[in-house]
Structure formats: C-alpha cells, structure tokens
C-alpha cells in the first residue's frame, strides 16, 4: 500500500495519457488506476469515456464486471487467498473459510472499520508452501488460522499504535 497515491484528477489523467493508445487501453487504464491509487474512483469513469470515446455506461459495466476493481477505497490491508488448486490441496478451504468469520467479511468486502479488504487469488507462485496469502506485497505460506490470528492482531496493534 506504500506505493498508493492520493486519488486526484491529475493521477487518473496521467494514467489514461500514458496508456490510451495501447490496443485494448480500457483494462490498462482501469488496471494502471487501481494500482495508483488503490481503487477506481467514479470521478475517473467519465474522464475514462472521454479518453477512448465510450459511454459511462460502458465503462462502468466493464469496472462491474470484472471482480478485481473496486470503486471505493480499500482496507488499509488487502488480505488475498490464494484459492488455487495447490493450496487447496494443502487446506486453503478450511483456512478460507476461517479467514472470512475472523474478518466477519467476504470476498470483495472491507471491514466496517477499514482495516482489512479480503480477495481471492489464484496462485501466488508459492504453491510448495501452502496455504498460501498476500498480505499488501508480503507473501505468507504455510498460514493455519492461528498464524492467521496472530497476523490480524499484528496489523490491529501496528495502526493502533500509529493513532497513538
Ligand atoms: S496454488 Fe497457492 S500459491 Fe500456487
């Protein structure tokens, strides 16, 4: 989340500038806004249209339907299980299934304090050390749900030590 940037105008224009001219620009876009500042903010989607000459309709339905893009802020962590058939193997349902009731979310939901985003992901490249989750840029195997609590309490005691 280090890299995230402050959504602005000027961010989403920078982003649309650089890659509108790609064949098939309107994935890049969304992709490269994610990836700048987080989520892709509504502000984004008629300056979107503008760009590649679309309705918002059509942008709004592409951000719809793919899973991956969300159109509010994420958590301060983004939690991704990996839902992939190696860690499966290795008790990523079991672990899947405890990480949503410990979050008291599902997948593409954020807790009500903003702390934790929770997503799925198929395959992390760490498959020998499963089950296997990304937490921000930190890849964690071998995660059972006390390794998993300890983490949760871990990351709560970091931002409330931050907000004191
Ligand atoms: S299957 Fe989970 S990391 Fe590859």
Request: hydrophobic share 40%.
């Amino acid at each position: 989340m280090s890299d995230i940037a402050q959504w602005s105008p000027q961010v989403v224009q920078n982003v649309i500038a650089l890659l509108k001219h790609k064949p098939g620009a309107l994935l890049p876009i969304l992709h490269g806004i994610q990836d700048s500042v987080g989520y892709v903010p509504p502000d984004s989607v008629p300056m979107i249209a503008d760009a590649l000459h679309q309705t918002r309709a059509e942008i709004h339905g592409v951000i719809t339907f793919y899973h991956h893009f969300r159109m509010t802020p994420p958590g301060s962590n983004v939690v991704e299980v990996c839902r992939a058939e190696a860690c499966q193997a290795r008790g990523a349902r079991a672990l899947e299934a405890h990480v949503k009731d410990k979050l008291a979310i599902d997948y593409h939901m954020t807790t009500l304090d903003r702390e934790f985003s929770l997503e799925p992901v198929y395959c992390l490249g760490n498959c020998a050390c499963g089950p296997t989750i990304r937490v921000g840029d930190e890849i964690i195997g071998r995660v059972t749900p006390a390794k998993f609590d300890a983490l949760v309490d871990e990351l709560t005691t970091q931002v409330l030590e931050v907000r004191s």
